[in-house]
């Protein structure tokens, strides 16, 4: 995926997460973080490049929601998660990888927790390691931290890094609930 200035990139705007540090002309705080925002983006999906978007009114910002939830929803329909089960066979976390860097718009959605909720139970807890997977964690885990190591390699390991904060959809609003440790030594 690359930037790509000199090409017209479509009025839909997409909404997904990025850290602080990218300084995304336009972008909006997440409650409870200080290291991720969602950030506004011109989508060209043929490309799959994204362009900042720049000086949005309230109304082109609601409707990047509008539009994000839309272009979440399709393509959920196009992800199969990768099931990850403890020792005991316990279902542990999904991993859900794309190659679309639009991928962390599916946190948007309400309905994302309760989707899975027959194998992670009613909501669930969400990493964004990068622009390409999403790990979603049962509400009870206690196992997050086991996936610290491959979590935190996706993050520091890849030219789009997103976050290593762990997020809930409480209330149709996403929100930071913790942080994977870069400390998972003993």
């Known amino acids: 995926m690359t930037l790509n200035t000199t090409q017209a990139f479509s009025d839909e705007l997409i909404i ?7 300084h995304t002309p ?15 983006y011109h989508y060209d999906a043929e490309s799959k490049d ?17 539009g994000s939830l839309r272009h979440a929803q399709q393509l959920l329909k196009t992800l199969t998660p990768n099931i990850f089960r403890d020792s005991k066979g316990v279902l542990s976390a999904l991993r859900i990888d794309s190659d679309d860097p639009t991928l962390s718009s ?7 927790g309760n989707l899975y909720a027959d194998v992670l139970g009613p909501d669930c807890y969400f990493v964004v390691p990068n ?5 979603l964690f049962p ?12 979590i935190l390699n996706l993050f520091h390991n890849d030219p789009w890094p997103v976050s290593r904060e762990i997020f809930e959809n409480s209330d149709h609003k996403l ?4 942080e994977v440790s870069e400390n998972l030594g003993p």
């Open 106 to 112: 599916i946190l948007l959605l309400p309905q994302l």
């Open 50 to 66: 994204l362009e900042p978007a720049t000086l949005l009114s309230e109304q082109s910002r609601a409707d990047a929601l509008t």
């Open 175 to 178: 929100r930071v609930i913790g």
């Open 131 to 135: 622009r390409h997977t999403v790990f």
């Open 16 to 22: 997904i997460l990025d850290p602080i540090f990218y």
């Open 26 to 40: 336009v972008s909006e705080p997440i409650a409870g973080s200080h290291k991720t925002a969602l950030g506004f």
């Open 139 to 150: 509400r009870l885990a206690n196992q997050i931290q086991e996936f610290g190591t491959t």
